[in-house]
């Protein structure tokens, strides 16, 4: 069983509809890709063992807007990231996308 989920391309506010299985994670949408994460795209068979998926606004599929109306998109690359797992303990991001710069001050 697969369902529809939307997108927004952080750079355009064009939408993009990915078919996937319900139960998969998203952590988040970026405009970098995270540093050591394996990406794919969204229609390839690897999307299962991927740590995301790899778009180009507009040139991987139908785009829309946020009524549903079909437009162009920008062109630009954005990144859609999941949830991970090591042994059942959910990874948090590597570096973390959350709280601003982290320093340590004990060096």
């Not at 064009?14 to 229609?43: L, N």
């Not at 790899?54 to 990231?81: H, K, Q, S, W």
Request: glycine share 10%; charged share 30%; with cysteine.
């Amino acid at each position: 069983m697969t369902v529809t989920v939307r997108y927004t391309c952080p750079h355009c506010d064009a939408v993009v509809s990915v078919e996937r299985r319900p139960e998969m994670a998203d952590r988040s949408v970026t405009k970098q890709p995270r540093p050591g994460w394996k990406y794919t795209t969204s229609d390839e068979d690897e999307l299962e063992s991927a740590d995301g998926i790899a778009f180009l606004c507009g040139e991987d599929g139908r785009v829309t807007d946020l009524e549903g109306d079909t437009i162009e998109g920008c062109g630009r690359p954005f990144y859609l990231n999941f949830v991970r797992y090591e042994r059942g303990v959910e990874l948090e991001p590597d570096p973390p996308s959350y709280g601003g710069p982290r320093f340590d001050f004990n060096a």
